[in-house]
Structure formats: structure tokens, C-alpha cells
């Protein structure tokens, strides 16, 4: 079965903090994205990578930074971490095929910054 | 900018009855639109999706209704059962460089009661 794991499920840091958040795909997948989760704001993309070592920004990036190193993983760095960071993460990897789409997501990691 | 947006928020089903959730788009360069759902605790999963060619698209439960003149389409879920309480985001994607970019919708919260 496809797995997207990500290393964390619940986190809390303080202000100022430097924190990463992990993503690990088993699937050979190319595309890796991280998405914030805000109620009634539905699902964001910060960034996402197409290939190793290679990264776009997406809709929300200010604040955020991330790493793709090897395929499988991808990371989500906050550099200061601030209060309005405090939302749920999801980690993503993706498919296209024969015109179609899917989006594998872990499970989240909901992280609070005080 | 929500280029997609849904409708309602959340939903209270009886059990039974037909779970309906709209959503509108704004780009017509949209050429994919993907359903996910979400479970607590769970990030979302590929639930069906339409391409604009057709106006319908049904598996099991679940139906798609597609109006390409409108630029709307929505989910319906006939039978709804108890164990269909999940948030669903509507999406929309189109081709951008070498991946599918994906726009959801704000989600809708369903709550089917017995």
C-alpha cells in the first residue's frame, strides 16, 4: 500500500524557533508538495518540488523554505517560526497518469507555536 | 483570490438521505476536478473526479455533476451512511510546466446522524 509518512504528528515550538517538519514518500514519486490546512481556508500549497534538489513556491510561501535532497524525502523548514504558522501540514506526493491525478497525503502534523 | 469556491461549510444529513455539495470555479483553464475526503485525524484522500468532457461521472455512492457552461460542478451522495461523516474538498487543476497544479476548495463538513 502507498505510504506518505511524515515525522510528526502533533508538534509545539516557541516563537523564534527553527523548526523542520519531514516527509517521506515510498512510492517513486516525482512531484512532492506541502500543503497548511486552515478551517474555512481549506487546503494552501506553500511549496512543491518536481525533482530532486529542485523546488517551486507555491500560493503562500513567505516564511517557509524547504529541502529535497533524495526523492523520497521532502522537507518544510519555518526559519523563525511566528504564531500565525500554528495550522495543521500536509505532505503530498503525486501521480500523473493517463491524464489523471492523485494526490497521496500523509497525515499531518498540527503544529502550534506559542 | 478563491478560484474555487464551495459550498456549504458543513452539512447535517440524516442517515438515508443525499448529501449534496456545490462548487464553482473561475478558471477555464481548469481540466481536471478531483473530490478528496478527509477523516480525522487523516489527511485527505482521492474520492472521484471528472474531466470536463463529461457531465457525469458515478461510482458506487458518489456522483459527480459537471456544467462546463456554468463553471460549477458538485458531489452527491445518495444513501448517505454514518460512516460518510468526513470533510470533502472539491478541486480543480490544470497543467502548469511539468505538474498538475491544484486549487481545493474551502471544504465542506459532513455529518450524516443515524
Known amino acids: 500500500d502507498v505510504k506518505v509518512t511524515q515525522s510528526s504528528r502533533y508538534l509545539v515550538k516557541r516563537t523564534g524557533e527553527k523548526v523542520f517538519l519531514e516527509c517521506v514518500q515510498d512510492m517513486d514519486h516525482e512531484n512532492m508538495f506541502w500543503y497548511r490546512q486552515d478551517p474555512g481556508l481549506g487546503l494552501r500549497l506553500i511549496y512543491f518540488?518536481?525533482?530532486?534538489?529542485?523546488?517551486e513556491k507555491g500560493d503562500i510561501p513567505e516564511g517557509y523554505s524547504v529541502s529535497r535532497e533524495k526523492k523520497e524525502r521532502f522537507s518544510l523548514i519555518l526559519e523563525s517560526a511566528s504564531t500565525n504558522q500554528t495550522s495543521m501540514y500536509l505532505c503530498?506526493?503525486?501521480?500523473?497518469?493517463?491524464?489523471?491525478?492523485?494526490?497521496?497525503f500523509g497525515s499531518g502534523t498540527q503544529l502550534s507555536v506559542l | 483570490q478563491q478560484q474555487v469556491k464551495q459550498s456549504p461549510q458543513s452539512l447535517i444529513v440524516q442517515k438515508g438521505g443525499i448529501s449534496i455539495i456545490n462548487c464553482a470555479y473561475e478558471n477555464t483553464a481548469f481540466d481536471y476536478f478531483p473530490w478528496y475526503q478527509q477523516f480525522p485525524g487523516k489527511g485527505p484522500a482521492l474520492l472521484i473526479a471528472i474531466r470536463p468532457d463529461v457531465s457525469e461521472k458515478k461510482e458506487g455512492r458518489f456522483t459527480i455533476s459537471f456544467n462546463k457552461s456554468a463553471k460549477q460542478f458538485s458531489l452527491h451522495i445518495m444513501d448517505s451512511q454514518p460512516g460518510d461523516s468526513a470533510t470533502y474538498f472539491c478541486?480543480?487543476?490544470?497543467?502548469?510546466?511539468?505538474?498538475?497544479?491544484?486549487?481545493f476548495g474551502t471544504g465542506t463538513k459532513l455529518q450524516v446522524i443515524p
Open positions: 518540488s518536481y525533482d530532486v534538489k529542485m523546488k
Open positions: 503530498a506526493s503525486s501521480f500523473w497518469r493517463q491524464g489523471k491525478e492523485k494526490l497521496f
Open positions: 478541486a480543480a487543476s490544470t497543467p502548469s510546466g511539468g505538474y498538475q497544479k491544484v486549487t
